[in-house]
């Protein structure tokens, strides 16, 4: 009775580890290799797979996700013979389980390993400045070397950044003054161009009130030549106006002796005044002028 029970349950057991073996079901981004009596056989896709129990088994599982790798820190020289303390980050993928399998021991210490080696030749072509200056040809150029390297392991180096570039204290004090010295360059640059644009916004400014000024003096003298010029065309006409009322004066009748009188009171004042004005005596070179000028004044006088 014992026996009769025991059987079936070893039965059992046999039956639920042979299928625990058979089946096995691969997460999705996964890579399981096979191997069939210690030879590769198949790489089980994501989903359900079939394995045959005690002749294959699971020999490596790979995820094909996007694996990070630090890359230790290490100590490279620059072409002009200043060590730097360089430390980055390898993004890498598997893309053949195979060939990652079976392709290296440890195809992770090797690219590690390499990345180093890489970074070390790339920066000791390079001098102290350029290494800042040019990061990212640096990173293009290990991800280059190491992508040609990684096609036996089943890898894809998708990318590689350099964390940090740490040169040493002395020469990040030196830097550090050049960077002052240059801000200071910088500020006096942008102070003179302020005096500059200052200097010239002044002359500029003295230049156009200078303009205006010489403009408004030029419109004044133009405005008073203008008004002198009126003032010429005013009198002119008026002059002319009493030149004709003169000549329309004359023309009427007792004209010509009223002028002739007014010629000869002329005379007279003028000579009276002369005789005042001076202590000599003036006496006319021809007499008979200033008596005609009487005579004719009197005989106006006793017409009118």
Known sequence: MGNATLIPLVLAVIIVIFIIKTFKIVPQQHAWVVERLGKYDRTLSPGLGFVTPFIERVAYKHSLKEVPLDVPSQVCITKDN?????DGIIYF???DPMRASYGSSNYVFAITQLAQTLLRSVIGKMELDKTFEERDAINAS???????????????????????????????????????????????IAASEGRKQEQINIATGERE??????????????????????????????????IRKV????????????????????AVDAYAQLAQ????????????????????????????
Not at 248 to 266: C, D, F, N, T
């Open 82 to 86: 200043t060590q730097l303390q360089v």
């Open 93 to 95: 993928q598997i893309t």
């Open 142 to 188: 290990v991800v280059n070397a190491l992508d040609d390297a990684a096609v036996n392991w089943g890898v894809k180096v998708l990318r590689y950044e350099i964390k940090d570039l740490t040169p040493p204290a002395e020469i990040l004090r030196s830097m550090q003054a050049q960077i002052t010295a240059e801000r200071e360059k910088r500020a006096l």
């Open 209 to 242: 009130a200078y303009i205006a000024r010489s403009e408004g003096e030029r419109q004044a003298e133009i405005n008073k030549a203008q008004g002198e010029a009126s003032a010429i065309v005013a009198v002119a006409e008026a002059t002319a106006d009493a």
């Open 247 to 266: 000549a329309e004066a004359i023309r009427s009748p007792g004209g010509e002796q009223a002028v002739q009188l007014k010629v000869a009171e002329r």
């Open 277 to 304: 004005k001076n202590n000599t005596m003036i006496v006319p070179g021809n007499m008979t002028e200033v008596s005609a000028l009487i005579a004719t004044a009197m005989a106006l006088i006793k017409k009118t």
